[in-house]
C-alpha cells in the first residue's frame, strides 16, 4: 500500500471515529434532555397530587366551620334573649370568623382548581 494511500486510510478512519463521537455525543444530550424532560413531568405530578389532596382536605373541613356558625349564632340567640349583649356580640363576632375561615377555604379550592388546571396543560 503506497503512503497516500495510507494516509487516506488513516483520514477515512479519523473522519469515522469523528461521526462516531458525535453520534455519541448527540445521544448523551438527547439521553440528558428525555430524563429533564421525565423528572419535570414527575415534578408536575407530584403538584398536581398535592394540589388534589390540598382541596380534599379543605373540602372535607368545611362543614365543620358551618356546624360551628351554627353553634355561634344558636348561643348568640340566647344571649340575645337574655340581653347579654357583650356574649351576643362576641357570638356573632365568632361566627363571622368561621364564615370567614368557611369562605378562605372556598377560595383556597378555587385557586387550587386554576392551578390545577394551569399544571395539567403542561404534561
Known amino acids: 500500500m503506497s503512503r497516500e494511500e495510507e494516509l487516506r ?24 434532555r428525555i430524563a429533564e424532560h421525565e ?3 414527575r415534578a408536575i ?20 366551620h358551618l356546624i360551628k356558625v351554627e353553634q355561634f349564632l344558636d348561643q348568640a340567640e340566647k344571649d ?18 368561621e364564615l370567614g375561615a368557611f369562605d378562605n377555604r372556598i377560595i383556597s379550592i378555587r385557586d387550587a382548581f386554576e ?4 399544571l395539567a396543560k403542561e404534561l
Open 9 to 32: 486510510k488513516a483520514e477515512e478512519r479519523k473522519a469515522e471515529l469523528e461521526r462516531i463521537r458525535q453520534k455519541e455525543k448527540r445521544k448523551r444530550i438527547e439521553r440528558a
Open 39 to 41: 423528572s419535570e413531568q
Open 45 to 64: 405530578g407530584n403538584k398536581l397530587e398535592k394540589l388534589g389532596a390540598d382541596s380534599l382536605a379543605w373540602f372535607e373541613v368545611m362543614p365543620e
Open 80 to 97: 340575645f334573649e337574655e340581653n347579654a349583649f357583650v356574649p351576643f356580640w362576641t357570638a356573632m363576632e365568632k361566627a363571622t370568623s
Open 115 to 118: 392551578r390545577y388546571n394551569n
